[in-house]
Structures are given as structure tokens and as C-alpha cells.
């Protein structure tokens, strides 16, 4: 294991508090184990231990982002996608490979969704052919994390979303019946129609195929 994750690993193991990880668990719907550290004390011990060891190495951030992610307690994930948001905008187009690992090993919203709307919102716009590569092999997918993914991506994107593009991925998982799906369609939808209202209940009303949560959750704060 490399030294930094093996520091980083002590501390949180340090501070670790069963009486809060059953819970914690439970909520996450028994998907993971957890420490037990609730986000207020792991935010201040990420701090202390970023001024202690600094950020991870660029040169070692695959290495220690994968050790991570196999921990088996989920704070270590949040870690990793912390280290993430923290480097964004040093990201070489290469890291674009761990973080589809991340995607598809370990899935959940809490994860994926960060990643999505952060990292790979970034990556894409700061490195087109990644962008380009990328979502034509996601977009087509099996796994649905990786296609939640190609409708959340751009949710920071505000004036500069491709609302064509968000259409046609969104066309492409009408019928699903899977929740994460629908969920993701309605919340990037509603995420648009905080900057332009008007093509949202457009692209609603004339897509009947919407599932019912989708139209919900994408009128939620516009209104038929």
C-alpha cells in the first residue's frame, strides 16, 4: 500500500466510531460497511491530514485513488472522491480511465454522482477527445451508472449546456425501468430549467414517453 494511502488509512481508522456506523450503514441501505465518521469530523480530518501530507502525488493519484476505493468502509471512497474535487483542474486526460474504474466498482449515488457532476463534467470540457471517446462508449453501455453518468455530466454547466446532446442521451433511456435512470433524466432536466426554462417544458410536453418520475422531478420547480 502506498505511504500516502496508509497514512490516510490510520487516521480515519483512528477516529473511527461504531455507535455511528450502523446507522450510517443503514441508510446507505446495507450497501457498504462504514467507520462510522460523520461528515463535519471527516471533513476536519481530511483538512489535517492534507496539511500534514499535502495531496496526493499527481504521479501516484491512480495508485492511491484505486487503494482506496477497495477498502471496505465507505469514508474511504469519499476520500478518493474528495482528493478528486480537491485536483480537478490539475487532471491529466489519462485519469479518465480510473475514474470510469470508479464508476462501475463499488456504485452508488453517493459516489457516482459526485464524480459525474464534478470530475467528469471537468474532464470532458477541459479535454474534447475524452469527452468525444468516452461518451460514445457510455452512452451505449450495459451499466447504468456509466449511463447516469452521460445525463448528469453536465449538470454545472448552466448557459453552456449542449441541450441537444442532453435530448438525445435522454431519448436513448426512455423506457427504462430502472430508477437511477429516470431520476437522473428528471434531475438534469430540472437542473436546465434553472437557466432556460422554456426548451424543458418543450422537450416535456412533446416527449410523452417521459416516465412519470422524470416529468416530475424535471417540473419541479417550473411548473407544466
Not at 1 to 6: C, E, I, K
Not at 34 to 50: C, D, N, T, V, W
Not at 113 to 119: C, K, P, Y
Not at 131 to 158: A, E, I, M, P, V
Request: glycine share 4%.
Amino acid at each position: 500500500m502506498h505511504a500516502y494511502t496508509l497514512s490516510l488509512k490510520t487516521l480515519l481508522e483512528q477516529n473511527a466510531n461504531p455507535a455511528n456506523a450502523g446507522p450510517m450503514k443503514k441508510y446507505m441501505r446495507d450497501q457498504f460497511e462504514y467507520l462510522g465518521i460523520k461528515s463535519p469530523q471527516f471533513a476536519l480530518l481530511m483538512r489535517e491530514h492534507i496539511a500534514e501530507h499535502e495531496l496526493p502525488p499527481l504521479n501516484a493519484l491512480d495508485t492511491i485513488l484505486r487503494e482506496l476505493w477497495n477498502l471496505p468502509q465507505r469514508e474511504f471512497q469519499y476520500a478518493a472522491t474528495s482528493f478528486l474535487g480537491r485536483l480537478e483542474n490539475e487532471l491529466e486526460p489519462e485519469i479518465i480511465s480510473t475514474v470510469e474504474y470508479l464508476l462501475v466498482t463499488r456504485s452508488w449515488w453517493d459516489t457516482v454522482d459526485t464524480i459525474a457532476g464534478h470530475t467528469v463534467g471537468n474532464l470532458f470540457k477541459r479535454f474534447p477527445a475524452v469527452k468525444t471517446k468516452y461518451l460514445k462508449k457510455w452512452r451505449k453501455s450495459d451499466n447504468f451508472w456509466l449511463r447516469r453518468t452521460t445525463l448528469l455530466f453536465q449538470l454545472g454547466y448552466k448557459k453552456e449546456t449542449d441541450f441537444d446532446l442532453l435530448s438525445e442521451l435522454i431519448k436513448e433511456n426512455l423506457g427504462s425501468d430502472e430508477f437511477f435512470i429516470n431520476k437522473a433524466i428528471g434531475w438534469s432536466l430540472r437542473q436546465y430549467a434553472w437557466t432556460n426554462p422554456a426548451p424543458v417544458k418543450k422537450f416535456v410536453k412533446s416527449t410523452k414517453e417521459l416516465s412519470p418520475l422524470s416529468r416530475r422531478e424535471a417540473l419541479k420547480n417550473i411548473g407544466e
